[in-house]
Protein backbone atom coordinates (compact mmCIF):
# COMPACT_ATOMS: atom_id res chain seq x y z
CA UNK A 1 0.00 0.00 0.00
CA UNK A 2 2.76 2.53 0.77
CA UNK A 3 3.59 2.29 -3.20
CA UNK A 4 0.32 2.62 -4.02
CA UNK A 5 -0.28 5.70 -1.94
CA UNK A 6 2.92 7.03 -3.67
CA UNK A 7 1.83 7.03 -7.17
CA UNK A 8 -1.79 8.01 -6.20
CA UNK A 9 0.34 11.30 -5.21
CA UNK A 10 2.66 11.39 -8.20
CA UNK A 11 -0.71 10.64 -10.09
CA UNK A 12 -2.39 13.63 -8.01
CA UNK A 13 0.52 15.95 -8.90
CA UNK A 14 0.20 15.38 -12.65
CA UNK A 15 -3.95 16.05 -12.63
CA UNK A 16 -3.15 19.19 -10.63
CA UNK A 17 -0.82 20.61 -13.68
CA UNK A 18 -3.92 19.75 -15.67
CA UNK A 19 -6.82 21.48 -12.92
CA UNK A 20 -4.32 25.00 -13.28
CA UNK A 21 -5.33 24.47 -17.16
CA UNK A 22 -9.07 23.98 -16.05
CA UNK A 23 -9.07 26.78 -13.18
CA UNK A 24 -7.67 29.42 -16.03
CA UNK A 25 -10.05 28.52 -19.03
CA UNK A 26 -13.63 27.23 -17.98
CA UNK A 27 -13.93 30.29 -16.51
CA UNK A 28 -12.84 32.33 -19.44
CA UNK A 29 -14.78 29.75 -21.78
CA UNK A 30 -11.54 28.67 -23.91
CA UNK A 31 -10.92 25.52 -24.93
CA UNK A 32 -9.44 22.93 -22.13
CA UNK A 33 -7.55 21.05 -24.80
CA UNK A 34 -6.05 23.48 -27.50
CA UNK A 35 -4.17 25.74 -27.74
CA UNK A 36 -1.32 24.54 -25.60
CA UNK A 37 -0.44 26.04 -22.43
CA UNK A 38 1.89 28.86 -22.68
CA UNK A 39 2.29 32.06 -20.76
CA UNK A 40 0.19 34.45 -20.17
CA UNK A 41 2.19 37.46 -20.21
CA UNK A 42 4.25 36.85 -23.76
CA UNK A 43 2.23 33.65 -25.24
CA UNK A 44 5.51 31.77 -25.44
CA UNK A 45 4.25 27.88 -25.76
CA UNK A 46 5.35 25.77 -22.34
CA UNK A 47 7.56 22.95 -23.65
CA UNK A 48 7.23 19.15 -21.79
CA UNK A 49 10.31 20.12 -19.58
CA UNK A 50 8.94 23.10 -18.39
CA UNK A 51 5.55 21.37 -17.47
CA UNK A 52 7.00 18.90 -15.12
CA UNK A 53 4.74 19.51 -11.49
CA UNK A 54 6.29 21.24 -9.39
CA UNK A 55 9.57 21.26 -10.35
CA UNK A 56 9.69 22.64 -13.31
CA UNK A 57 8.34 25.48 -11.08
CA UNK A 58 11.38 25.28 -8.78
CA UNK A 59 14.20 24.74 -11.09
CA UNK A 60 12.44 27.86 -13.41
CA UNK A 61 13.36 29.84 -9.77
CA UNK A 62 9.27 30.69 -10.60
CA UNK A 63 9.64 32.65 -13.96
CA UNK A 64 9.06 31.82 -17.35
CA UNK A 65 11.99 31.22 -19.67
CA UNK A 66 11.25 33.02 -22.12
CA UNK A 67 10.42 36.70 -20.84
CA UNK A 68 11.18 36.18 -17.20
CA UNK A 69 7.42 37.02 -15.78
CA UNK A 70 6.62 35.72 -12.43
CA UNK A 71 4.94 32.46 -12.37
CA UNK A 72 2.39 32.44 -9.53
CA UNK A 73 2.93 30.07 -6.38
CA UNK A 74 -0.38 28.79 -7.01
CA UNK A 75 0.21 26.61 -9.78
CA UNK A 76 2.64 24.38 -7.73
CA UNK A 77 0.57 24.81 -4.33
CA UNK A 78 -2.32 23.16 -6.89
CA UNK A 79 -0.79 20.71 -8.07
CA UNK A 80 0.87 19.71 -3.96
CA UNK A 81 -2.49 20.18 -2.94
CA UNK A 82 -4.30 17.54 -5.37
CA UNK A 83 -1.11 15.09 -4.96
CA UNK A 84 -1.96 15.27 -0.94
CA UNK A 85 -5.89 14.91 -1.36
CA UNK A 86 -5.09 12.28 -3.65
CA UNK A 87 -2.98 10.16 -1.29
CA UNK A 88 -5.27 10.28 1.36
CA UNK A 89 -8.76 9.26 -0.61
CA UNK A 90 -6.61 6.01 -1.12
CA UNK A 91 -4.97 5.60 2.14
CA UNK A 92 -8.08 6.48 3.47
CA UNK A 93 -10.76 4.14 0.95
CA UNK A 94 -8.22 1.63 -0.94
CA UNK A 95 -6.13 0.37 2.05
CA UNK A 96 -9.35 -1.15 4.20
CA UNK A 97 -10.00 -3.06 0.42
CA UNK A 98 -6.86 -4.00 -0.09
CA UNK A 99 -5.91 -5.42 3.35
CA UNK A 100 -9.81 -7.47 2.97
CA UNK A 101 -8.47 -8.90 -0.32
CA UNK A 102 -11.27 -7.22 -2.27
CA UNK A 103 -11.40 -7.27 -6.07
CA UNK A 104 -10.36 -4.12 -8.02
CA UNK A 105 -13.45 -3.49 -9.15
CA UNK A 106 -15.07 -3.05 -5.85
CA UNK A 107 -12.84 -0.32 -4.93
CA UNK A 108 -14.50 1.75 -7.52
CA UNK A 109 -15.43 4.20 -4.94
CA UNK A 110 -11.65 5.25 -4.51
CA UNK A 111 -11.91 6.51 -8.30
CA UNK A 112 -15.34 8.50 -7.47
CA UNK A 113 -13.59 9.96 -4.19
CA UNK A 114 -10.26 10.81 -6.54
CA UNK A 115 -12.70 12.33 -9.11
CA UNK A 116 -14.59 14.56 -6.56
CA UNK A 117 -11.00 15.40 -4.78
CA UNK A 118 -10.37 17.16 -8.36
CA UNK A 119 -13.89 18.87 -8.72
CA UNK A 120 -13.19 20.11 -5.39
CA UNK A 121 -9.74 21.86 -6.07
CA UNK A 122 -11.27 23.50 -9.78
CA UNK A 123 -14.22 24.08 -8.49
CA UNK A 124 -12.95 25.92 -4.83
CA UNK A 125 -11.06 28.27 -6.74
CA UNK A 126 -12.57 29.23 -9.66
CA UNK A 127 -15.11 30.43 -7.00
CA UNK A 128 -12.49 32.27 -5.63
CA UNK A 129 -11.45 33.84 -8.49
CA UNK A 130 -14.92 34.44 -9.93
CA UNK A 131 -17.69 33.61 -7.55
CA UNK A 132 -19.48 31.05 -10.06
CA UNK A 133 -19.52 28.01 -9.88
CA UNK A 134 -19.59 26.61 -13.54
CA UNK A 135 -22.17 24.42 -15.13
CA UNK A 136 -19.56 22.80 -16.92
CA UNK A 137 -17.79 20.83 -14.22
CA UNK A 138 -20.93 20.21 -11.83
CA UNK A 139 -23.00 18.67 -14.17
CA UNK A 140 -20.98 16.22 -15.75
CA UNK A 141 -20.03 15.42 -12.34
CA UNK A 142 -23.32 14.76 -11.29
CA UNK A 143 -23.01 11.42 -14.00
CA UNK A 144 -19.85 10.77 -13.12
CA UNK A 145 -19.62 10.33 -9.15
CA UNK A 146 -23.60 9.19 -9.43
CA UNK A 147 -22.65 6.35 -12.02
CA UNK A 148 -19.42 5.36 -10.00
CA UNK A 149 -20.88 5.42 -6.16
CA UNK A 150 -24.21 3.52 -7.99
CA UNK A 151 -21.51 1.06 -9.49
CA UNK A 152 -19.88 0.36 -5.65
CA UNK A 153 -23.48 0.00 -4.34
CA UNK A 154 -24.86 -2.57 -6.47
CA UNK A 155 -21.35 -4.31 -6.81
CA UNK A 156 -21.34 -4.63 -2.80
CA UNK A 157 -24.79 -5.34 -2.25
CA UNK A 158 -25.69 -2.41 -0.92
CA UNK A 159 -28.39 -0.89 -2.27
CA UNK A 160 -29.11 1.04 1.41
CA UNK A 161 -26.35 3.24 1.01
CA UNK A 162 -27.32 4.91 -2.79
CA UNK A 163 -30.77 5.02 -1.57
CA UNK A 164 -29.00 6.90 1.24
CA UNK A 165 -26.74 9.38 -1.21
CA UNK A 166 -30.20 10.34 -3.19
CA UNK A 167 -31.69 11.35 -0.16
CA UNK A 168 -28.99 12.75 1.06
CA UNK A 169 -28.60 15.51 -2.47
CA UNK A 170 -32.04 16.04 -2.15
CA UNK A 171 -32.12 16.87 1.51
CA UNK A 172 -28.91 19.51 1.32
CA UNK A 173 -30.28 21.02 -2.05
CA UNK A 174 -33.02 21.59 -0.55
CA UNK A 175 -31.96 23.29 2.52
CA UNK A 176 -30.12 25.51 -0.25
CA UNK A 177 -32.26 26.17 -2.31
CA UNK A 178 -34.66 27.69 0.43
CA UNK A 179 -31.60 29.76 1.80
CA UNK A 180 -30.97 30.91 -1.96
CA UNK A 181 -34.54 31.77 -1.90
CA UNK A 182 -34.87 33.40 1.11
CA UNK A 183 -31.58 35.51 0.64
CA UNK A 184 -30.74 35.64 -3.05
CA UNK A 185 -27.85 37.82 -2.53
CA UNK A 186 -26.08 35.34 -0.10
CA UNK A 187 -26.61 32.21 -1.75
CA UNK A 188 -26.99 31.31 -5.52
CA UNK A 189 -28.08 28.34 -7.70
CA UNK A 190 -24.39 27.46 -8.19
CA UNK A 191 -24.19 26.64 -4.63
CA UNK A 192 -27.66 24.59 -5.02
CA UNK A 193 -26.28 22.70 -7.28
CA UNK A 194 -22.93 21.73 -5.83
CA UNK A 195 -24.93 21.15 -2.99
CA UNK A 196 -27.11 17.94 -4.50
CA UNK A 197 -23.18 16.68 -5.95
CA UNK A 198 -21.92 17.08 -1.70
CA UNK A 199 -24.89 16.00 -0.41
CA UNK A 200 -25.30 12.65 -2.37
CA UNK A 201 -21.40 11.74 -1.82
CA UNK A 202 -21.56 12.66 1.85
CA UNK A 203 -24.52 10.80 2.43
CA UNK A 204 -23.15 7.64 0.71
CA UNK A 205 -20.69 7.02 2.83
CA UNK A 206 -23.05 7.52 5.67
CA UNK A 207 -25.38 10.13 8.16
CA UNK A 208 -22.54 10.93 9.91
CA UNK A 209 -20.20 12.03 7.12
CA UNK A 210 -23.25 13.89 5.56
CA UNK A 211 -24.21 15.86 9.39
CA UNK A 212 -20.68 16.84 10.03
CA UNK A 213 -19.95 17.94 6.44
CA UNK A 214 -22.91 19.69 5.75
CA UNK A 215 -22.25 21.70 9.38
CA UNK A 216 -18.49 22.27 8.61
CA UNK A 217 -19.52 24.58 5.50
CA UNK A 218 -21.64 26.96 7.82
CA UNK A 219 -19.49 26.68 10.31
CA UNK A 220 -15.83 27.48 8.72
CA UNK A 221 -17.72 30.35 6.30
CA UNK A 222 -19.21 32.10 9.05
CA UNK A 223 -16.04 31.98 11.05
CA UNK A 224 -14.04 33.57 7.68
CA UNK A 225 -16.92 35.84 7.01
CA UNK A 226 -16.60 37.41 11.16
CA UNK A 227 -12.70 37.23 10.87
CA UNK A 228 -12.71 39.24 7.56
CA UNK A 229 -15.03 41.92 9.69
CA UNK A 230 -12.79 42.26 12.52
CA UNK A 231 -10.00 42.88 9.94
CA UNK A 232 -12.06 45.22 8.47
CA UNK A 233 -11.61 43.83 5.15
CA UNK A 234 -15.41 43.21 4.82
CA UNK A 235 -18.86 44.68 6.00
CA UNK A 236 -22.13 42.50 6.61
CA UNK A 237 -23.36 42.76 2.40
CA UNK A 238 -19.64 41.76 1.02
CA UNK A 239 -20.04 38.90 -0.86
CA UNK A 240 -18.13 36.15 -0.01
CA UNK A 241 -17.63 32.77 -2.01
CA UNK A 242 -19.45 29.77 -0.29
CA UNK A 243 -18.65 27.38 -2.44
CA UNK A 244 -14.76 26.66 -1.12
CA UNK A 245 -16.54 26.57 2.48
CA UNK A 246 -18.72 23.99 1.30
CA UNK A 247 -16.72 21.84 -0.46
CA UNK A 248 -13.59 22.04 2.48
CA UNK A 249 -16.76 21.32 4.95
CA UNK A 250 -17.71 18.30 2.54
CA UNK A 251 -14.06 16.91 2.98
CA UNK A 252 -14.05 17.36 6.64
CA UNK A 253 -16.91 15.08 6.78
CA UNK A 254 -15.59 12.56 4.00
CA UNK A 255 -12.20 12.16 5.85
CA UNK A 256 -13.42 12.72 9.40
CA UNK A 257 -17.09 12.46 9.92
CA UNK A 258 -17.52 9.01 11.36
CA UNK A 259 -15.00 10.09 13.73
CA UNK A 260 -16.04 13.47 15.03
CA UNK A 261 -19.72 12.73 15.37
CA UNK A 262 -18.85 9.45 17.56
CA UNK A 263 -16.24 12.23 19.41
CA UNK A 264 -18.98 14.53 20.32
CA UNK A 265 -21.77 11.91 21.33
CA UNK A 266 -18.70 10.68 23.59
CA UNK A 267 -18.21 14.29 24.97
CA UNK A 268 -21.54 14.71 25.89
CA UNK A 269 -21.98 11.24 27.21
CA UNK A 270 -24.72 10.08 24.81
CA UNK A 271 -22.57 7.29 23.41
Excluded at 20 to 25: A, E, M, P
Excluded at 32 to 42: D, F, I, L, M, T
Excluded at 133 to 139: G, Q, T
Excluded at 205 to 231: K, P, R, T, Y
Aim: aromatic letters at 10%.
Amino acid sequence: MPLVIVAAGLLGAVIGSFLNVLIYRIPRKLSVVSPPSACPHCGAQIRAYDNIPVLSWVLLRAKCRACGAPISARYPAVELGTALLFAIVVWLFASPSAALGMPAILVIDVIAFLYLAAVTITLALIDVDTHTLPNAIIYPSYAVVGVLLAAASLLRGDVDSLVRALIGAAILGAVYFALAFVHPGGMGLGDVKLALLLGFGLAWLGWDAFIVGSIAAFVLGGLFGVALMLLRRAGRKTAIAFGPWMLIGAWIGILGGERLASSYLAFYGIV
